[in-house]
């Protein structure tokens, strides 16, 4: 044997030999995503009229309403810029729109997180029938949703002469002596409201639930049958939900987005404006700015605000969401 083929040749060690890293030199996050993008070209290729539709039509108008809100524009002048004036007059001046702030949060408090839960129960409930059975109630549950102006109908149940039937019955039954005027009273109108955005809210978050639920790995559950999970209800916390986090993320933002966005119920159900405002909500005092009075810089003052209230909802939601199963 030669003495070349003793000879052992060693390969400097590349984690030696590197040079250490230049401070502020690290690639940030924008030099990574522009060499990301590099990388997968085609990919954001297909992806750029998406992008370009997303700027037009959602991006560029949420910018622009910011901007216009700093100014006083009624559309038949140009904007004039007044800075914080319109945000100081909503919330220091306008009595109106404190009533209609007032009346959102208590209406997305109580009918966001309802309704979300019981669009997740009923999915999960209506999961466990036979494939037929299950396509007919689902059906049933999600037709109000697109039915138009089919919450109409509570209208006659709530009418305030003796033929509506809720007065009717209880006319009947002696619980009262004359009829009530359901849709006139502050008192009942906001919870008669909440009632039929209830009823309304089996849409397309109950869709997603029950899109999931069908799609959800059942190796999984016998997995977690064998690692412990004795019951449903453990099933359903630790396997089902942590796997349904898109499904939730997503029925989430809808929720979130028809439980403040309420405007045509409250409208066709009280009037517009209702009894003592006990109806008007932040969308309806838009409406008013926005298309009847057109003061478009004060209404686009609104529509931020209500932007940034739906965005920390939907961020602290977001949160919340992650520690599911945990």
Known sequence: MSELENVRVRLPD???????PVPGREPGKLAELMKQMRQQKQGYVLLAPYFVLFFVFTAFPVLMAFALSFTYFNVLEPPKWIGW?????????????????????????????ISYIACFMLAWLI????????????????????????????QVAFSGDSFGYVNAFLMKWGFILEPIQWLQNPKYMLFIIMLVQLWLSLGTAFLAFIAGLQGLDKTLIEAGAIDGVKNRWQELWHITLPSMRPQLMFGAVMQITSSFAVADVATNMAGFPSPQYAAHTIVTHLNDYGTIRFEMGYACAIASVLFVIMLGTNMVIQKLLRKVGE
């Open 127 to 154: 999961n466990e029938l036979s494939p037929k059975l299950r396509a007919v109630v689902t059906l049933l549950f999600y037709a109000p949703s697109i039915s138009g102006n089919v919450y109409l109908i509570w």
């Open 14 to 20: 590349p984690a030696r030999t590197a040079s250490p």
């Open 85 to 113: 004036d319109n945000y100081a007059t909503l919330f220091i001046k306008d009595e109106v729109f404190l009533i209609a702030l007032k009346n959102t949060l208590l209406f997305a408090v109580i009918t966001g997180p």
